[in-house]
C-alpha cells in the first residue's frame, strides 16, 4: 500500500532496504569478524590517488627542500637582534662570531624536516655545557641542544641532541671535536586552538650521525634555563641558532616543509 501511495518514500526506503541487506550478507560472510579478509580481491584494497611527487636528490639535497645555506652567504639569515649576520663565513662553513648573538632565518615554518651539520671546536676548551656549546631552536622556542658530549660530562637532558631539559637522547651517538655531524630533525609544530589554548603538543624526532636518539618526542613547552616550560600560542616561527660563547660551526642547511 506505502509503495502505490507514496513512491518517493518507497524508494528512501528501499534504498535503506537493500543497504541493510548488504551488511547482513557481508556480516555472515565474516567481513565484520576479521573471516575471509585475506579472500578479497587485490584491487578492493588498491588505492591509486594521490600519486606522490617526485623528489630527485642532488648532492645529497632533495629537489624540493629549501637550501637556508650552502656556503656562499647569509642571505637567508638574519641576527637575532634584526641586523646582519656576524657570524664568520669560511669556506663552506659559517662559525659563532663570539658575542654577536645568535641568528635566525628570515623565513618562518610550521611542520618540517631539517637538515644541519655542526661541528664543535677541535681545540677543546672548557666542561659540560662550556664546551661547544650551541643550539637550534626549533620555531625559535624550543631547544635541539648543541654540544660536544663526546667525552665531557653534563646533565643527560643537556647533552648533545637532547631537548634543552625535557628529552635526554636514547644514545650518545656524538663524534669527536673537530668532526662534522648531521642531525636530521622531524618536527611536528603545536596547535592552538582560537582561545591560544595548546590542543596538541609538538613533535620531534632526531637523528644524530643517523642513529635515532629522539622518537616522536612531545616537546613540553619552551625549553628554559631557568624555570619551567611556558606555552604562548604562536603560529609559523623561524629557525634560530645560538651564539653560547663557543666557537661552533655549521654547514649545509636545508629543510622541507610538511
Ligand atoms: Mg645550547
Keep these: 500500500m506505502i509503495i502505490i501511495i507514496f513512491p518517493e518514500i518507497n524508494l528512501t526506503f528501499m534504498k535503506y532496504l537493500y543497504v541493510c541487506i548488504a551488511l547482513c550478507i557481508a556480516t555472515n560472510m565474516g ?17 591509486w590517488e594521490p600519486i606522490p611527487p617526485k623528489v630527485n636528490i ?6 624540493d627542500a629549501q637550501v637556508l645555506f650552502d656556503g656562499s652567504d647569509f642571505s ?38 631539517l637538515h644541519i651539520e655542526w661541528a664543535s671546536p677541535e681545540v677543546i676548551t672548557g666542561e659540560g655545557q662550556g664546551r661547544g656549546n650551541s643550539g637550534i631552536f626549533l620555531q625559535n ?15 643527560s637532558n ?3 641532541s637532547a631537548i634543552y631539559k625535557q628529552a635526554i637522547p636514547l644514545v650518545n651517538a656524538c663524534k669527536p671535536p673537530g668532526e662534522w655531524q648531521t642531525y ?41 634555563y631557568k624555570g619551567l616550560p611556558s606555552n604562548e600560542p604562536h603560529g609559523d616561527a623561524p629557525i634560530t641558532l645560538q651564539d653560547h660563547s663557543n666557537l ?4 649545509n642547511i636545508w629543510i622541507r616543509r610538511m
Design 31 to 47: 567481513f565484520g569478524q576479521g573471516k575471509d579478509r585475506a579472500s578479497l580481491d587485490p584491487e578492493v584494497t588498491e588505492v
Design 58 to 63: 642532488v648532492n645529497g639535497v632533495p629537489s
Design 76 to 113: 637567508n639569515w638574519i641576527g637575532i637582534n634584526g641586523g646582519d649576520v656576524q657570524w664568520d663565513l669560511v669556506g663552506d662553513a659559517m662559525t659563532v662570531k663570539l658575542g654577536t648573538g645568535g641568528i635566525t632565518t628570515r623565513d618562518s615554518f610550521g611542520d618540517f624536516q
Design 141 to 155: 622556542r624550543y631547544e635541539v641542544q648543541v654540544l660536544d658530549s663526546y667525552e665531557s660530562r653534563t646533565y
Design 158 to 160: 643537556g647533552q648533545a
Design 184 to 224: 636530521d630533525i622531524i618536527y611536528t609544530a603545536p596547535r592552538f586552538n582560537d582561545n591560544g589554548r595548546k590542543i596538541s603538543n609538538a613533535k620531534v624526532t632526531v637523528l644524530h650521525n643517523g642513529v635515532v636518539t629522539l622518537n616522536d618526542f612531545e616537546i613540553w613547552g619552551t625549553t628554559q
Design 248 to 251: 661552533v660551526k655549521y654547514r
